[in-house]
């Protein structure tokens, strides 16, 4: 499920733009430190809390090492032999296949205009911007902000549950785990007819492609966060209000990240300039 990877890499970027905005706190050591532990900035901001923190921290632990030994060598790889012009269409590409998914949960949601906005960008970069390799939509002010099915949930009243680190995948939640399955029947690609490993080299070059794009923003979440683990968790309960409210959640549950996720929208800008 390309797009799925596509915006979970882009959340670790999210998080760790943040961390430079946060600073760095004083404290623990990372085996040890909690989110109440570490200062506010790693507080538990919907009171679910963290129950399954040690299963968690141990798939943490696991999606790092395939990062360190398998991503980061593949993406460096990458971008050794790619201008960076070509990474942002590769990009555009995978972004664009995504598109029917937020067209369906803004409708879920009564966004009409959202709904009409989205479904004018898929025309218009499917057609004009040559299958999405090129964001022509953003250039004429069709501009779009990430919309999945978890947070359609939320916006029903669904709270979001325990939150949950998912191999592979990275930061989720027991709602949110349910974008995954809506999010492959909307993608575009997963009903077009090809081979096995045509398909696995598309998701494979999707995800390469991300972790090329977000290299240093992770270099800057390891360096900036005392625990990586606990700023991740929080920065993403943080982003995932703020999204199901639109950037503006309700009186007294302040996000001090709201703003900063705001200004990224659905396509954060890369922070190593690609």
Do not use: H
């Not at 972004?95 to 009564?110: F, I, K, R, S």
């Not at 205009?113 to 002010?141: E, H, K, P, Y």
């Not at 081979?195 to 977000?214: D, F, K, M, Y």
Request: one cysteine or more; a negative charge.
């Amino acid at each position: 499920m390309p797009t799925t990877i596509n915006g979970l890499w882009r959340l670790i970027g999210i998080t760790a733009m943040a961390a430079m905005l946060g600073g760095c706190a004083t404290s623990t050591t990372p085996e040890t430190t909690t989110a109440s532990e570490a200062g506010p900035q790693f507080a538990d901001d919907d009171g679910s809390g963290d129950p399954l923190e040690g299963m968690n921290r141990r798939i943490f632990a696991f999606n790092e090492g395939v990062d360190e030994y398998a991503l980061a060598p593949a993406a460096n790889a990458w971008i050794a032999v790619t201008p960076a012009q070509l990474r942002r269409n590769v990009g555009n590409f995978f972004d664009n296949a995504g598109a029917p998914g937020q067209v369906l949960n803004n409708l879920l949601q009564a966004k009409g205009q959202a709904a009409a906005t989205d479904a004018a960008r898929f025309f218009v970069n499917t057609t004009i911007g040559l299958a999405g390799l090129f964001d022509v939509a953003s250039g004429v002010g069709l501009e779009t902000r990430p919309e999945d099915f978890g947070q359609t949930l939320g916006v029903w009243g669904l709270d979001s549950g325990p939150y949950l680190m998912l191999p592979l995948l990275g930061p989720s939640s027991t709602r949110d785990v349910s974008r995954y399955p809506v999010d492959w029947y909307t993608d575009v690609l997963t009903y077009l007819s090809l081979e096995t490993a045509t398909r696995a080299g598309l998701t494979g070059l999707n995800i390469v492609n991300t972790r090329a794009q977000l290299g240093r923003a992770i270099s800057i979440r390891n360096e900036a966060a005392l625990d990586p683990y606990a700023f991740t968790r929080s920065s993403y309960q943080q982003q995932r209000r703020s999204q199901v409210y639109d950037g503006e959640p309700p009186a007294g549950e302040d996000d001090p990240y709201g703003d900063f996720f705001d200004q990224q929208g659905s396509k954060p800008s890369p922070p190593n300039g690609d």
